[in-house]
């Protein structure tokens, strides 16, 4: 029965290791988001440099998570938050308008790799 | 280029340890259960070496978790018929004295065809001659013949049989294997005796070589390499 308790003992390692790798996910990616959305705020308020580094800061936490994320997560989803991160930060230091959707999308791009990881109905079926 | 044989390497080490953990049986005939997470871990292990953009993560963990599964039903198999009869289901008899169980036959969806061709492969022509033939679970077919109808032993005979007991490998492809010869309580001064009888220095000339209990030697000469 020794190799049974071992076998179970991992499984149950694995499933707290899971769960606890999906809470690192959400943590991370919320905080990205919550950052965005004062970037915007910022540029909504008429500061678009202040914007402009409110995003650069987030995307080097982005990037320099990058080594965890591509051990994780699917290096697509990845790829695509990056070309997000870059995309609005060429869209704030350029002097055209941003629309707010753009700031939207990064936040529902970094949604949706949490929704992709979280255990439920919908992503388990 | 790199990380393809990374990968590839690293999950192929990650099967051979899980299939190794699992047992030899993963090697021959498969339960039900062992069928299903031998599919499985080829299948699975296969996505990340042919995609680089999905973590090995995603290959290397199913296989884990799928031998932890492995490990423990067969666990249970073990300690209670009851899970086992409910994981691999129990043995059926398709011919009982030589009466082929169509009820059976039907339920195990075996056709006549099946059910001919592996009697054939046991080289059994004539159904009457069968006591019983048992479908396993893990889906062989075996046969017991009438009493009548089996082989003759030397037991039944009443002939005295000599057994040389089982040989043991002296010299394999050149390369002696020294616990095999302390365990046949001989010496390296017997070896070399035995191989000069056969005009024969050097172990490099010895393909193969096995000694029974009996004391005798099977020996062949190592072909020379053109």
């Known amino acids: 029965m020794k190799r049974e308790f071992v076998a179970i003992a991992i499984l149950l390692a694995l499933l707290a290791l899971s769960l606890m790798n999906v809470r690192h996910i959400e943590n991370k990616t919320m905080t990205l988001a919550e950052e965005i959305e004062e970037a915007g705020e910022l540029y909504r308020s008429g500061d678009p440099e202040g914007s402009a580094a409110r995003v650069q800061s987030s995307m080097e ?4 998570w990058e080594s965890y994320s591509h051990i994780m997560l ?9 070309d997000a991160y870059f995309g609005l930060l060429s869209e704030i230091e ?11 999308a990064l936040i529902e791009k970094l949604n949706d790799i949490v929704n992709k990881e979280r255990v439920g109905l919908g992503s388990l079926l | 280029m790199g ?3 990374f990968r590839t390497l690293i999950i192929y080490v990650s099967l051979v340890f899980a299939m190794r953990l699992m047992g030899k049986r993963q090697l021959g005939e498969l339960e039900l259960s062992e069928l299903v997470i031998t599919v499985l871990i080829s299948d699975i292990a296969a996505h990340p070496l042919q995609d680089i953009g999905i973590p090995l993560m995603n290959g290397v963990l199913p296989i884990i978790i799928l031998l932890c599964c492995e490990l423990i039903i067969s666990g249970i198999i073990v300690k209670s018929n009851r899970a086992k009869e409910f994981l691999c289901g129990k043995p059926c008899f398709l011919i009982v004295n030589g009466v082929i169980d169509q009820k059976q036959m039907k339920k195990n969806r075996v056709s006549l ?3 001919a061709e592996e009697l054939r492969g046991q080289s059994v022509l004539d159904i009457s001659l069968i006591k019983y033939a048992i479908l396993e679970t893990d889906g062989r077919l075996n046969i017991v013949l ?24 002296i010299v394999n492809n050149g390369k002696l294997v020294p616990q095999n010869l302390l365990l046949c309580g001989k010496d390296e001064n017997w070896l070399r005796n035995e191989l000069s009888a056969r005009n024969v220095s050097d172990l ?3 393909y193969f070589m096995s000694v029974n209990d009996a004391g005798q030697v099977y020996f062949a000469k190592a072909e020379d390499e053109k």
């Open chain 1, 61 to 64: 936490s982005w990037l320099g």
């Open chain 1, 74 to 82: 699917r290096h697509s989803e990845i790829d695509l938050v990056t």
């Open chain 1, 94 to 104: 350029s002097e055209d308008t941003v629309p707010e959707a753009s700031f939207g």
């Open chain 2, 3 to 5: 990380i393809v044989f």
């Open chain 2, 113 to 115: 065809d099946e059910l």
């Open chain 2, 146 to 169: 009438f009493p009548s109808e089996r082989p003759v032993t030397a037991g039944q005979m009443c002939v005295i049989t000599s057994d040389g007991g089982y040989p043991a490998i």
């Open chain 2, 204 to 206: 490099k000339d010895v």
